[in-house]
């Protein structure tokens, strides 16, 4: 029996490596960004390889009030949604004390209010239904602060804490919560992603996250090396060698 899996921010990235990912293993797909030409050249691209149902629809994250009403029209069009990926996301670079927060303002709102907006939508979904899996996509900055990205990595550390408060409430409703953590994954979310350390591509990001998905593990770090070994030597670094580490890595740019 194919799935239906709805993912937002599908038009690039990890996004898209998500739906082509899912389409190769045949699942139903409804793909959802502001780009919607972005996402139907896509539909377009996965239909002549995969005989799977895919669905489009444009959608602003920010937007939270329409959210529900698109989520309800793609379970229509689908028939259900089983897994819905909270994806859409941006990053923010600002030094403090600059007093301009219009950066932090809109890092916030996408990565976690309109992420919020699209699991709460979703989860409404689920429970009439009786079951479904939310997805959301953290980053390994959620336990690994990244300086000048003080919002991005603030916002990512509260979807994490909020979907994971969200697994213990769901417990029970046949609702399983997984929070994915990517460490640096080459696409256009920065500039000169592809410098980054220890950086892999988007399908192979892809590939590891539908297996950490299918699995319902609850918080993937992707790759899982050397990330897991980073996050248990980050929480054993005293604070001071930490700013000592981060001072030389940021002077450097
Ligand atoms: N790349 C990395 O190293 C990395 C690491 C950790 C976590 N992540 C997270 O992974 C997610 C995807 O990022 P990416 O790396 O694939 O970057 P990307 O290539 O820039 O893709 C971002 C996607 O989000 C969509 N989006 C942005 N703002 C939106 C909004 N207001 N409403 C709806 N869609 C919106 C974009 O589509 P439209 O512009 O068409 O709307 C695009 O499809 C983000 O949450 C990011 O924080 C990335």
């Known amino acids: 029996m194919p799935k239906n899996v709805v993912i937002t921010g599908a038009s690039s990235g990890i996004g898209e490596a998500l739906a082509e990912r899912f389409a190769s293993q ?26 799977v149902r895919i669905e489009t629809v444009s959608l602003d994250v920010n937007d939270d009030a ?3 009403a698109v989520l309800d029209d793609l379970a229509k069009r689908l028939g259900s949604i089983d897994i819905l990926v909270a994806n859409a996301g941006i990053a923010g670079s600002r030094r403090s004390g600059t ?28 429970l009439a239904q009786g079951h479904g899996h939310l997805v959301g996509i953290s980053s390994v900055s959620a336990f690994t602060p990244i300086p000048k990205s003080a ?16 697994r213990l409430e769901l417990a029970g409703n046949n609702i399983k919560v997984t929070v994915i953590h990517p460490g640096f994954i080459n696409t256009h979310l920065a ?21 950490a998905i299918e699995r319902k593990q609850t918080n993937p770090i992707i790759p899982a090396l050397p990330w897991k070994g980073v996050k248990a030597l980050l929480q054993i670094m005293p604070d001071s060698l930490m700013t000592l580490v981060m001072k030389n890595l940021v002077s450097k740019k």
């Open 99 to 126: 007093n301009d927060l219009s950066v932090d303002k809109a890092v916030f709102q996408t990565n976690l209010i309109g992420a919020i907006a699209t699991l709460d939508a979703a989860t409404n979904i689920f």
């Open 26 to 51: 045949g699942y139903n797909l409804g793909l959802a960004a502001r780009s919607v030409d972005k996402l139907d050249l896509l539909a377009e691209k996965l239909l002549q390889q995969y005989s």
């Open 66 to 68: 329409r959210i529900p």
């Open 151 to 166: 919002a991005y990595s603030a916002s990512k550390a509260a979807l994490t804490n909020y979907m994971n408060a969200m």
């Open 191 to 211: 500039p000169k992603m592809d410098k980054y350390p220890f950086v892999i591509n988007a399908d192979v990001a892809a590939k590891q996250m539908v297996h």
